[in-house]
């Protein structure tokens, strides 16, 4: 897995309200970081340490899992 991709592709999910989609880069992400596998960069560039990048992932996780039952509005036009 490519936990930036993985990243990137949650925070896509959450702009475009695709509840499926969100919750598909949730869970695949959660999984891999409680596999220990090493997080995304999170802040991009900003903060380099891994244990923050992985807090943050994995909360951002439970949030976009939780959001993915929630009617999402479409922010794109």
Do not use: K, Y
Not at 30 to 59: C, E, K, M, Y
Request: aromatic content about 8%; some cysteine; overall charge negative.
């Amino acid at each position: 897995m490519d936990p930036n991709a993985a990243w990137r592709e949650l925070l896509a999910a959450v702009e475009s309200g695709d509840s499926d989609r969100l919750l598909e880069a949730a869970t695949a992400l959660a999984g891999w970081l409680d596999q220990r596998g090493f997080p995304p960069d999170t802040t991009g560039g900003v903060v380099n340490h891994s244990d923050w990048n992985r807090r943050i992932a994995r909360f951002a996780c439970d949030v976009a899992i939780d959001m993915a039952s929630w009617p999402l509005p479409h922010t794109q036009e």
